[in-house]
């Protein structure tokens, strides 16, 4: 399954990504909305913006991404 | 921010400042924004000469980095105006002052845009804005045993592997999902398992240590036997998570046949993601763990 696709299969999470959905369904109408997504390394938060970019680009929204980096962390912007 | 702006202006290291100023302009008109206070203070941020038909910025450093801020905070609602818009803020926990001034006055804005913020963070990230009633703190929890023995079967493709392999996977990876896939896919490459009618079975009997303890040790053998592969993902690690095609082949001393092909294993090993196909290819390393493994 994962081989097929070179994703960590999603195990689990299925309240999360559940909530992503209702919280871009918000924003979508208008009402703009924030999620805070922690945990450790490895936990699975890259996997989850993943789930949650693939049905927004597939409902054609622009998506944009920021990612900050170890290596920048002091240079601005 | 300075590398998302590039992107969306498709940025070309060899176009013309004139021919990015142009597209910079372009971009803003786009989203109807006054050209006159947007294009100089982006410009500038950007490192862009700004010419002359604009008023000079005689603003204090302080003052034209908050207008710069405001600026691009206008620029993205002007953007959720025309159509809804997700955003995703990664890794926040190394952000820099200026990227979280930019996210503070952001979020007064979100709840009346079409804005989805999506923002990760590991756990020691103290987010400095106040708490509020649209930011949903989301905390994701280690898988428990049956999950990870769940994944297991997941990432074997439903062939099930001895019990012993799977209790050692479940003690040493402590329910992280990362390290629960990366293990599942040492043990397989490593010739300790065989397939026996659609299960694994062992080879041999099962030493303690043959699943590495940690995932920086696990993907560091998977990358030592992919052999020379290994310089290029070297070499990728130290332009960034995200890499250009263009960008690496200017600075590896390999020739142009060795490096596709490098990149090619990397991607076929699931330790890169690919977007494109060279020279117009960007790369990305799956995980930081990977990155940093590398």
């Given amino acids: ?77 | 921010v300075i590398e998302h702006l590039q992107r969306v202006l498709h940025w070309h290291r060899e176009a013309p400042p004139e021919t990015l100023l142009t597209t910079l302009e372009q971009a803003v008109q786009g989203v109807r924004l006054p050209l006159a206070e947007v294009v100089p203070l982006v410009a500038t941020l950007l490192s862009l000469p700004v010419p002359e038909r604009y008023p000079p910025l005689t603003l204090s450093p302080q003052r034209q980095k908050q207008q710069t801020l405001e600026a691009l905070v206008a620029w993205l609602l002007a953007e959720a105006a025309q159509q809804p818009v997700l955003t995703i803020w990664e890794d926040l926990h190394w952000a820099d002052p200026s990227t979280l001034e930019l996210l503070g006055l952001l979020l007064d804005q979100v709840p009346t845009a079409r804005l989805l913020l999506v923002l990760t963070a590991r756990p020691e990230f103290r987010p400095p804005w106040a708490p509020r009633s649209y930011v949903t703190p989301l905390s994701l929890t280690r898988l428990t045993r049956p999950q990870v023995e769940e994944m297991v079967l997941r990432v074997t493709g439903g062939k099930s592997l001895p019990a012993e392999v799977v209790q050692q996977i479940v003690a040493k990876t402590d329910g992280i999902p990362l390290f629960v896939e990366e293990l599942v896919k040492t043990v397989l490459e490593s010739g300790l398992v065989q397939e026996d009618a659609g299960h694994y079975v062992l080879t041999g009997p099962l030493p303690p240590l043959a699943i590495p303890a940690t995932l920086q040790d696990a993907l560091m053998a998977r990358l030592d036997r992919l052999g020379s592969v290994k310089e290029v993902a070297q070499l990728g690690a130290t332009v960034g998570r995200e890499f250009a095609y263009e960008v690496l082949r200017a600075v590896a001393p390999l020739d142009e046949r060795t490096l596709q092909d490098g990149l090619a294993q990397l991607v076929a090993a699931e330790l890169l993601y690919q977007r494109g196909i060279p020279p117009q290819a960007t790369y990305l390393f799956k995980h930081t763990l990977v990155q940093d493994a590398a």
Avoid: F, M
């Avoid at chain 1, 689990?12 to 209702?22: F, N």
């Avoid at chain 1, 938060?45 to 980096?69: I, N, Q, W, Y």
């Fill in chain 1, 1 to 77: 399954v994962a081989g097929a696709t070179g994703l960590t299969p999603l195990v689990g999470r299925e309240v999360e990504v559940s909530l992503l959905r209702e919280r871009w369904a918000q924003s979508r109408d208008g009402l703009g909305q924030v999620v805070l997504l922690s945990g450790e390394a490895g936990i699975g938060k890259s996997r989850l913006v993943h789930v949650l970019t693939e049905r927004v680009v597939d409902a054609g929204a622009p998506r944009l991404t920021l990612r900050c980096s170890p290596y920048h962390t002091n240079s601005a912007l």
